[in-house]
Structures are given as C-alpha cells and as structure tokens.
C-alpha cells in the first residue's frame, strides 16, 4: 500500500483543517487507517484510527488529546481517509502521518506497516 498524505497548512488557533491520506496498491478496504503526529523533539503519538470495513458502521479510535476535536473517516469508494481537525490549539502543531495496519485499528504504531510521507501542521496563537 503506498499512501500519499495531503492538506496540511498553516492556521490559527481554533480554525479547521482536513488532511486526506490516499491510498494505491493493494485493497484499501481491507486495512484499518491511522493518523499519527510527531511534533520536534517527541515521539510519535496516535491520534486516530479507523477500522477497515464495517457497512454503514466503522470501528473508530481517538487519542486522548483530540477526542472531542478531531473526526476520523474514510471513503472507500475513492480509497482515502480522512482527519477532521477542529479548533486546532498551538499543541497540535506537528507533522501528521497516515499508516494501514491489516489487522483491527490500534494506537500501537508497531502495528502499521505502511506509512505516507507526512504533511506539516502549523498551528499560530
């Protein structure tokens, strides 16, 4: 699976912002989706994961500093996953990865084996 993450930007603290992850390669639909951040000097922190498959209901995962924030979706039809990021806050400035994980949607990054390139959030007070 080769992903391609997009949409990142610079924005003020409390505006919006939706970073898409498009995937090509092998089924899309078969892999739960993350959304990582590393900001400098930190380790890499889960921020939301969705399952791969569901019908009308997915499996959803928040990190305990987005949950009530940030909205985690996909589109299976155009083989992309979304992160909704509302009222962004100078701490959630970072670069954000999408990853595919072939099991069940986890925080566990160990469990992705395969990453996009990352797009740079930038959050100004």
């Known amino acids: 699976v080769q992903l391609q993450a997009s949409g990142g930007g610079l924005v003020q603290a409390g505006d919006s912002l939706r970073l898409s992850c498009t995937a090509s390669g092998r089924t899309f639909s078969n892999y739960a989706m993350g959304w990582f951040r590393q900001a400098p000097g930190k380790e890499r922190e889960f921020v939301a994961a969705i399952s791969w498959s569901g019908g009308s209901t997915y499996y959803v995962l928040y990190g305990d500093s987005v949950k009530g924030r940030f909205i985690i979706s996909r589109d299976n039809a155009k083989n992309t996953v979304y992160l909704q990021m509302n009222s962004l806050k100078p701490e959630d400035m970072a670069v954000y990865y999408c990853?595919?994980?072939?099991?069940?949607?986890?925080?566990?990054?160990?469990?992705?084996?395969?990453w996009g390139q990352g797009t740079q959030v930038t959050v100004s007070s």
């Open positions: 990853a595919a994980a072939p099991g069940r949607p986890t925080a566990d990054l160990y469990e992705y084996g395969y």
